[in-house]
């Protein structure tokens, strides 16, 4: 099993940048695909953010690609979410997931583990 925590939301104006981090407890960090999902007050949990597990492959929907970058260090058990370019939309409550799957899933259902959720709100 894993345990995820992150860190590093907050408030922010319109075209700033947060990066979020996301530790993991355990030795085996490098056996997790990782994403990264949000949810907005009345919205369904969508995906913004997968990665494999040696950090390879990567993906993101239309919707942030360009802005936002997954990436992970293993050795530190922490992968992290770096958000460009912010806009009000991406207001939300994000959270990190992992799965020991080998594929990079785009939904939540794929995914096993789950952090506790960090805040990030942007202002117009």
């Known amino acids: 099993q894993v345990q995820l925590v992150e860190s590093g939301g907050g408030l922010v104006q319109a075209g700033g940048s947060l990066r979020l981090s996301c530790v993991a407890s355990?030795?085996?960090?490098?056996?997790?695909?990782v994403g990264w999902f949000r949810q907005a007050p009345g919205k369904e949990r969508e995906f913004v953010a997968g990665?494999?597990?040696?950090?390879?492959?990567?993906f993101y929907p239309d919707s942030v690609k360009g802005r936002f970058t997954i990436f992970r260090d293993n050795a530190k058990n922490t992968a992290y979410l770096q958000m460009n370019a912010l806009k009000p939309e991406d207001t939300a409550v994000y959270y990190c997931a992992a799965t020991n799957s080998v594929r990079v899933g785009l939904t939540e259902s794929a995914y096993g583990y789950w952090g506790q959720g960090t805040q990030v709100t942007v202002s117009s």
């Open positions: 355990g030795r085996t960090f490098n056996s997790y695909v």
């Open positions: 990665i494999s597990r040696t950090g390879g492959n990567t």
